[in-house]
């Protein structure tokens, strides 16, 4: 892409007359526009539209990222070689840790066939004496994994399973499918499965004696007590990353239960079980194995660092130590190229599709204009930091109605291939716009709001091929579903998180799904689509590069700020 683009200005390394320090001046009008906004220690040199950059690790960074989207003409091509090499060295990286499993044997509770990678899941399990993180990519059945342990080991019953409130209800079908009942004596049942309460109320009452209790995390505090009576022996939290803060109400209930005596199981499933910061895997092991990583102020000064916002982030020469320890003492994480070959990954593509770039701008300088006078008007960190956020969401709105008439065109010529679709936005009013306009195929639909019965039959008309096109808000239908149906799926609009991308991605590429998953981005031409498609949805955080080696350099500040940049950019360039 750089290369067809002019260049926005030149790039030296010179001699700073004042100081006698070796800089980098940065010369042009909206290089030093876009420099000035992210390099606060930068100085205006002589001339007009010339600025001077400090030579630190961290400027470098700052100019390499805008370098990737823009391109500089460089003056000092092999200091920056040089520069650029020693900064962006890649670290030695610790081969992650194997582990020798076999196919264990499932107990006569369990009801069913395991894969064989499941096979040796249930057998770590069972090494880890019931207290681990199993962190496979999505799809690869974390559930079945973590019923057939409770169906072979010893004593695992009463079973507390936490989970967000749109699984609910897909643990009670799971739990009903691949387990069998075992009455007093110990017979088993096999045309019954063990007993379910679910719990809906946040009202205290005393519960009755089940093999399984279901709750979602917003209820726990509440039912805590109720809960601390009944003698759970196992403990399992889904999408464990709910746990990251260990402020919460729901953490402190969690930590407190599963530190109850009569609890020798703890059982944590996540497929993203580190989100923006590394350190937030430290409370989640800390209620599966405490005092594997430590104290808090122990893992921090071994792992971390503090940023300016104080927010503890682990370092980046640490973070394959970390994923070993993990891995060797609490995670089993498997992906899917691992494990099912016979699967075929995901395909994705990014289409390029018109836009409407005079309403687009136009939108982009009101907003430029209401953050110009929130940023004058803040009074703390958290007012700025909001601002930004509501101009990023703002502006990702905008770009998901300027390209709208395009998309439905995009989605009515899939369509035509008979196949079954799945639509995500994110967005209510694209949403329903998307609905209006798509009505010829009648489709069955996914938002935020709709009831737990109203949702399940909008996913069966689907899945029996009652209805070919799904449109789904993308947080909304990205937990908790099985969308296996659909060969297709097409991202209306893109989000802010890559994990959200995943995770919509993979309702579709699940166990059930024997077809290649293809995935299209579609980017609004003149639209920051393109960037954003880069920089937030093909990469990672820090998950990727502690739990898969995989390698992001800048953080979500970095990305929020240079999308702010770009933003003043394209205005000002018009």
Not at 25 to 50: C, D, F, H, Q
């Amino acid at each position: 892409m750089a290369t067809s683009m002019e260049n926005i200005g030149t790039l030296e390394y010179v001699l700073d007359k004042y100081s006698k320090i070796w800089c980098w001046k940065v010369t042009g009008e909206r290089a030093v526009s876009m420099i000035s906004r992210l390099v606060p220690e930068a100085w205006y040199g002589e001339n007009v539209n010339e600025v001077i950059i400090p030579d630190s690790t961290e400027s470098v960074k700052q100019i390499k990222l805008i370098l990737d989207r823009y391109p500089l003409e460089i003056l000092s091509k092999t200091t920056w070689q040089r520069k650029i090499v020693k900064t962006y060295a890649p670290k030695p990286a610790l081969p992650p840790v194997k582990h020798k499993l076999k196919r264990a044997k499932t107990g006569d509770q369990f009801r069913g066939k395991l894969l064989n990678f499941q096979k040796e899941g249930l057998d770590f399990l069972i090494k880890s004496s019931g207290n681990a993180l199993l962190a496979d990519e999505m799809g690869l059945g974390k559930t079945v994994q973590t019923l057939s342990y409770v169906a072979t080991e010893k004593q695992t019953f009463p079973v507390l399973v936490v989970a967000p409130l749109v699984t609910l209800n897909n643990w009670e079908r799971e739990i009903g499918k691949f387990l069998k009942k075992k009455s007093r004596n110990g017979r088993l049942i096999e045309s019954e499965s063990p007993s379910i309460t679910l719990i809906r109320t946040g009202k205290k009452k005393e519960l009755p004696k089940t093999d399984i209790y279901v709750i979602n995390y917003e209820l726990l505090f509440k039912r805590y007590d109720d809960l601390a009576k009944v003698g759970i022996k196992t403990v399992v939290c889904d999408e464990v990353h709910n746990l990251r803060s260990k402020t919460t109400q729901k953490y402190k209930s969690i930590k407190k239960l599963a530190a109850l005596q009569s609890v020798s199981y703890r059982i944590g499933l996540s497929g993203t079980p580190i989100y923006n910061r590394g350190s937030e895997i430290w409370p989640i092991i800390d209620i599966l194995k405490p005092g594997l990583l430590g104290s808090f102020k122990e893992f921090c000064e071994y792992f971390c660092y503090v940023n300016e916002k104080g927010k503890a982030i682990v370092l980046e020469n640490k973070r394959a130590s970390l994923r070993n320890e993990l891995q060797k003492h609490v995670m089993l994480r498997r992906k899917k190229s691992d494990v099912l070959k016979e699967l075929k990954d995901k395909v994705r593509y990014k289409e390029v599709i018109a836009a409407d770039t005079d309403y687009y701008v136009e939108e982009l300088d009101k907003i430029w204009k209401r953050l110009e006078e929130e940023q004058k008007a803040a009074d703390s960190e958290f007012s700025k930091s909001a601002s930004y956020h509501r101009a990023i969401q703002s502006e990702r709105q905008i770009a998901g109605l300027a390209k709208l008439p395009h998309v439905i065109n995009f989605v009515k010529n899939i369509m035509e291939i008979e196949e079954s679709v799945v639509v995500f936005c994110h967005h209510k009013v694209i949403h329903k716009l998307l609905n209006e306009s798509l009505q010829e195929f009648s489709p069955v639909s996914i938002i935020g709001g709709q009831s737990d019965t109203i949702r399940q039959d909008q996913i069966d008309k689907f899945q029996k091929g009652e209805s070919k096109l799904m449109i789904a808000g993308i947080r909304a239908g990205n937990v908790g579903i099985n969308l296996t149906k659909a060969k297709y799926v097409i991202f209306a609009e893109l989000d802010w998180s890559p994990a959200i991308h995943r995770q919509a991605e993979d309702r579709l590429h699940r166990i059930g799904q024997k077809n290649t998953v293809f995935a299209y981005y579609l980017i609004g031409n003149g639209t920051l689509d393109d960037h954003v498609a880069n920089v937030l949805v093909d990469k990672s955080y820090e998950i990727d590069e502690i739990m898969d080696e995989n390698i992001e350099n800048f953080e979500n500040k970095d990305k929020a700020e240079l999308i702010l940049a770009q933003i003043q950019d394209k205005i000002r360039s018009k």
